[in-house]
């Protein structure tokens, strides 16, 4: 049991020390290109990456459309609506902080005005900037306007 709550305490210790991890730099994988050769063709027989920041998503080939589709195709589910539903008291102590799904749905902001499912989302989209207004004006009102 000791031995654990040294290896834990210097595991910590050296988890602390490290201000900064970082990242191998792009090109430091690649092979040196030979002499008198063509650094474009060493790079491209090593089948280096390309240029970019590539996240986790792309790399499984799905792109940011196709995961907003995803998410909207989730939230318009029952199992969306229970899973924003089981968030509700955690939402109600952090704040809305974790909110899965939003509020107002996209497809229904794109329908026109005079249709009702366009007003009612156009109508819950100022209800839910309604407290951000109200906290802007509450700053204004303190603000010296002398100046």
């Known amino acids: 049991m000791r031995t654990w709550t040294k290896y834990c305490a210097g595991l910590a210790l050296l988890a602390g020390l490290t201000p900064v991890v970082?990242?191998?730099?792009?090109?430091?994988?690649?092979?040196?290109?030979?002499?008198g050769g063509a650094p474009a063709a060493a790079a491209g027989a090593?089948?280096?990456?390309?240029?970019?920041?590539?996240?986790?998503?792309?790399k499984l080939g799905l792109s940011c459309d196709q995961i907003k589709a995803c998410k909207a195709r989730f939230c318009a589910s029952p199992l969306g609506g229970l899973a924003q539903g089981m968030m509700k008291p955690v939402n109600m102590f952090s704040g809305g902080m974790f909110q899965c799904?939003?509020?107002?749905?996209?497809?229904?902001?794109?329908?026109p005005p005079d249709n009702a499912e366009g007003a009612a989302a156009q109508i819950k989209k100022d209800e839910a900037?309604?407290?951000?207004?109200?906290?802007a004006v509450r700053y204004l009102g303190t603000v010296d306007c002398n100046r």
Do not use: F, H, S, Y
């Open 129 to 135: 900037e309604a407290k951000a207004r109200r906290e």
């Open 101 to 111: 799904c939003p509020a107002v749905n996209p497809a229904d902001l794109a329908k």
């Open 46 to 58: 090593t089948g280096a990456a390309p240029a970019g920041a590539q996240t986790i998503w792309a």
């Open 22 to 35: 970082r990242a191998q730099a792009p090109g430091a994988g690649a092979a040196a290109p030979a002499a």
